[in-house]
């Protein structure tokens, strides 16, 4: 079983930046392959960035790739979202997600309860 629970988010204005973390519990953190989803208001959840357990690998959505970075700290069980350049279309709840080696990310297996993220023009 594996526990996850973001911060970090809040309000800033267009062109800053925000930091979000996502702290995982349980033994075996450096097993999954960790991920950032958001879902805006009348929309669907999307995969926004993405990690793999050994942090070799990274996905990026088109929308996002040159302002966002994902990294991990296995030692700390802790995953993170530096989002940079932010943009009012980045509004939107942002969900950590963990996945097993392997799965794939259309159904994840945990959940994190998300962070809102607001940009103002």
């Known amino acids: 079983q594996v526990q996850l629970v973001e911060s970090g988010g809040g309000l800033v204005q267009a062109g800053g930046s925000l930091r979000l973390s996502c702290a995982a519990s349980?033994?075996?953190?450096?097993?999954?392959?960790m991920g950032w989803f958001r879902q805006a208001p009348g929309k669907e959840r999307e995969l926004v960035v993405a990690?793999?357990?050994?942090?070799?690998?990274?996905y990026y959505a088109d929308s996002v790739k040159g302002r966002f970075t994902i990294s991990r700290d296995n030692g700390k069980n802790t995953v993170y979202l530096q989002m940079n350049s932010l943009k009012s279309e980045d509004t939107a709840v942002y969900y950590c997600?963990?996945?097993?080696?392997?799965?794939?990310?259309?159904?994840?297996?945990?959940w994190g309860q998300g962070t809102q993220v607001t940009i103002s023009s």
């Open positions: 997600a963990a996945a097993r080696a392997g799965s794939g990310w259309s159904r994840p297996d945990y």
């Open positions: 990690i793999g357990w050994g942090a070799s690998t990274t």
């Open positions: 349980g033994r075996t953190f450096s097993t999954y392959a």
